[in-house]
């Protein structure tokens, strides 16, 4: 053997002896795969949101308009106040009529895309549905704010199809016309609906592409009518999707601040809310007390939804 190769392989010796180590023990492996990704997430994301939640117990001076490090539980006492509860209670409102209304659209594009669709049809509906995710955000809220406005193509289709006394009745304003629509809570679900509904039919379509036909082929043969194989056998099944799904539009509904300031009525969201305490009036306590309404709300809503098995579909 030459010295060249004595070398080489002496040099070698130290990774093959890691190599061994690592194949033996397969979980030291894992840890060093996922040590540094975790040390990043806690650090800069954990890191930064428990800061913020400590600067929820800071003491904001409104004379002076300064924060100071005096400890108190205010902020987190002034969630309960009427004013305060009232913005919590409508974000909520708001992000499960959202869920729910999103499920109800979605569920049949998905089940058309899942069960009968193929090749380049399929193809073509998931760039149909993940299209409206490649445009800005901010492009898609301006889009319907003229939607929606006063001459927009909603007033057009509301005087066309004869809808504006249903409106009417349904918004409890007189003289509705588009630029009522884009005044009221019923342009802002219908915006948040368009703008999540992507999040929603993925992950049904997904939950339904797993179904077996040779369920769908024995409950047709025990003789259930297609009502009762939907509501039986395709609906339970697809329950974690839909599950996964609402995940994304309740989590993503209530913490926005983009759309109830451009499409609706005056009045705070909770995203809306921390944004104004913390940009416009500086209250930075005030803030951070807020940002745990949605924390504690989706940590609740994630244990509802994990019994229905949402993780499983993710």
């Not at 913020?52 to 924060?67: C, E, I, N, R, S």
């Not at 209304?101 to 594009?109: N, R, T």
């Not at 703008?195 to 082929?217: D, G, K, T």
């Not at 705070?268 to 924390?295: H, K, R």
């Amino acid at each position: 053997m030459s010295t060249q190769a004595l070398v080489q392989g002496s040099g070698d010796a130290p990774l093959r002896c890691v190599s061994n180590l690592l194949y033996r023990r397969p979980n030291l492996y894992l840890t060093l795969l996922l040590v540094p990704p975790l040390i990043w997430f806690g650090a800069i994301y954990l890191g930064s949101l428990l800061t913020l939640l400590w600067q929820g117990f800071y003491t904001f001076d409104d004379f002076t308009m300064a924060v100071t490090p005096d400890l108190t539980l205010g902020n987190f006492a002034a969630l309960l106040q009427p004013s305060n509860l009232d913005i919590i209670l409508r974000t909520l409102g708001m992000a499960v009529a959202v869920s729910i209304a999103s499920a109800i659209v979605a569920f049949p594009i998905a089940y058309y895309m899942a069960r009968y669709t193929s090749g380049k049809t399929k193809a073509f509906f998931y760039i149909a549905v993940m299209l409206p995710m490649w445009a800005s955000y901010i492009v898609k809220a301006y889009a319907w704010t003229l939607l929606l406005a006063k001459g927009g193509v909603a007033q057009w289709f509301i005087q066309h199809l004869g809808l504006e006394a249903p409106l009417q009745w349904l918004l409890g304003v007189p003289g509705v016309g588009g630029s009522t629509l884009s005044t009221s809570h019923l342009g802002r679900f219908l915006v948040f609906v368009y703008i999540w509904l992507p999040f929603m039919i993925l992950p049904i379509q997904a939950s339904l592409e797993r179904l077996p036909p040779s369920l769908l082929q024995a409950s047709a043969d025990l003789g259930a009518t297609p009502r009762q194989t939907f509501m039986l056998v395709i609906l339970p099944l697809a329950v974690p999707g839909i599950a996964a799904g609402s995940i994304f539009t309740f989590s993503l509904t209530l913490g926005d601040f983009i759309v109830p300031q451009l499409v609706g009525p005056p009045g705070y969201f909770v995203g809306s809310m921390v944004y104004a305490q913390q940009g416009a009036i500086g209250n930075l306590p005030m803030a951070a007390a807020f940002t745990l309404v949605p924390i504690v709300l989706i940590a609740i809503y994630l244990s509802i939804v994990k019994r229905l098995g949402a993780f499983d579909a993710l």
